[in-house]
């Protein structure tokens, strides 16, 4: 094999690769060989093995804010505003995902909102009211 057929990279012992360029890496007979870094890292996105929902990874747009806006907004005079716009923030990861974990992080900011007194404001209650422009 020439140099150039071979990944080259550098061995724990100093040498050499020897495996052929871009072994063990789909698609591709060039570069490094997987050992060595072939793959150049995971795939983004939905691509990757480990995505999930997105509910974390986008900016926040108008309706999550105008739905952050409608939990800060419910009962200032009771409500912790920080735990408001937190069930806030959780409610829309919610919208967006559909991912019931979040829904519930939401009602955990709700009782922690109160700072334990007897308050009654649901989820329901803060949403009924407010319809997101699609």
């Known amino acids: 094999m020439e140099p150039d057929d071979t990944c080259n990279a550098t061995t724990r012992d100093g040498h050499p690769c020897k495996r ?3 072994w063990g890496v789909e698609g591709t007979t060039e570069g490094r060989c997987k050992q060595h870094g072939g793959r150049g890292g995971a795939p983004s996105g939905e691509d990757n093995g480990s995505y999930e929902h997105g509910g974390f990874g986008e900016t926040l747009d108008a309706d999550d804010e105008a739905i952050i806006a409608a939990f800060e907004q419910a009962d200032p005079d009771n409500l912790s505003p920080v735990w408001m716009r937190l069930a806030g ?4 990861r919610y919208q967006r995902s559909d991912d019931a974990r979040h829904l519930s992080e939401c ?3 709700l009782e922690n909102a109160g700072d334990g007194e ?3 404001v649901t989820i329901d209650n803060i949403v009924a009211d407010f319809t997101p422009d699609t």
């Open 107 to 109: 009602r955990r900011c």
């Open 89 to 92: 923030e959780a409610y829309s």
């Open 20 to 22: 052929p360029a871009g």
């Open 118 to 120: 007897d308050v009654d």
